[in-house]
């Protein structure tokens, strides 16, 4: 218990978790192996052995594809839990059962019991263990996992589906998992299980990774038909239902601004693509905040291409690049607090310009005020 952070007068016991949770000396380093998180799952009872589930890897999709498909089996009469990371306003997203997030009281009962069996507690496994044990408490019929980074060597790959999915392959995370798409290809592919179906999006089929899989499924390269496919292969009875949510900000349209987490080359390249294609005759006025760790750079070029302003988001985060390192990139981009580019949205709204708030899940925390006001 000796990383647990003493709770001041001002901050409630769910607030001083968290922030243990988040302290740096919880983040940072892959292990080589799953052999401490299988040895905290085992002290906690291997719940993840308690449910049957589904679970998702991918460069970009995989979210949206987990999200879209527990709705389906929600719709269906299941009792779902869902998995899912990182989370835009608030920890608890990360958790839910049937659409319901985990409650603050849970999320201190389960991190109270995980960080009393860690030997060497780090932020995921120990989420992911909080999710696995909140899942089996609350009995589910099925979970649908979201893989944190790769797949070999996430925690969640401690699971034994009854399906894999693996929705793209793109460069992203390029330090942990390589530089070559298919180094990438083999670190997603090592969720694949043996006897277990996978389905696989087009654009991520790497032959001669995926063939060793016994039950290989094609898909084509879009989300929805990634789920359609998936949906075959579940084994349990599903009513046939058209669901068209997605999980929020992910292209989504709110007084007229666009959020999206898109957060790497790839998908800025298919974000703009798209908003080009449903505004055509709009000038983009974005407002952006990547993370540090991301290939600044090749986002940039993306962004560039595509936009006739940037603004860059000035914020204390601890995830987020500064905006000063990003304008070294961009020198006609304008540098902004959060107060300053929420007033200059509604005026570029008023000059007719199309709004895009985008370049990661952190950028959507601190302008959540913005976010919910619309």
């Known amino acids: 218990m000796s990383h647990i952070i003493l709770r001041s007068r001002s901050m409630t016991r769910y607030e001083t978790w968290i922030k243990t949770l988040f302290s740096s000396e919880l983040f940072g380093g892959v292990r080589g192996d799953l052999s401490e998180v299988t040895a905290l799952a085992a ?39 869902l998995f899912t990371s990182p989370h835009l306003f608030t920890y608890r997203e990360r958790i839910q059962v049937d659409g319901e997030l985990i409650s603050e009281e849970e999320v201190i009962e389960g991190l109270e019991k995980l960080f009393k069996l860690a030997r060497c507690p780090k932020f995921f496994e120990v989420t992911t263990l909080l999710a696995f044990d909140y899942f089996s408490k609350r009995k589910i019929d099925i979970g649908v996992v979201e893989v944190g980074i790769g797949g070999r060597l996430d925690a969640t790959n401690i699971l034994s589906p009854v399906l894999s999915i693996i929705t793209t392959i793109d460069l992203d ?33 790497f032959e001669s990774i995926f063939n060793r899989g016994e039950r290989v499924y094609v898909a084509g390269e879009s989300n929805a038909s990634i789920v359609r496919e998936a949906l075959k292969h579940i084994p349990l009875v599903l009513k046939e239902v058209h669901v068209e949510t ?6 989504e349209r709110r007084g007229g601004i666009i959020f999206d987490v898109a957060h790497n080359p790839a998908a800025f390249t298919y974000l ?75 005026r570029a709204r008023g000059e007719g310009r199309l709004v895009v708030v985008t370049g990661s899940f952190y950028v959507m925390t601190v302008l959540q005020h913005l976010y919910r006001s619309l």
């Open 43 to 81: 002290m906690a009872g291997n719940p993840q052995n308690n449910f049957p589930s589904i679970h998702i890897a991918g460069t970009n999709g995989k979210g949206s594809v987990a999200h879209e498909i527990a709705e389906v089996l929600r719709e269906s009469g299941y009792r779902v839990g």
């Open 173 to 205: 995370h390029t330090a942990i998992l390589g530089n070559t798409l298919l180094e990438i290809a083999r670190e997603k592919a090592g969720i694949i299980k043996k006897g277990v179906p996978v389905v696989v999006g087009r654009g991520a089929y």
């Open 246 to 251: 997605r999980p929020p900000c992910r292209y």
């Open 272 to 346: 703009f693509r798209r908003v080009k294609h449903d505004f055509p005759d709009r000038k983009i006025c974005v407002f952006l905040g990547l993370s540090k760790e991301k290939a600044i750079e090749e986002s940039i070029k993306v962004i560039r291409f595509y936009t006739d302003q940037i603004v860059l988001i000035r914020a204390e985060h601890p995830r987020l690049a500064p905006p000063e390192e990003l304008k070294r990139n961009l020198p006609e981009a304008v540098i902004m607090s959060v107060e300053e580019a929420c007033f200059h949205v509604t």
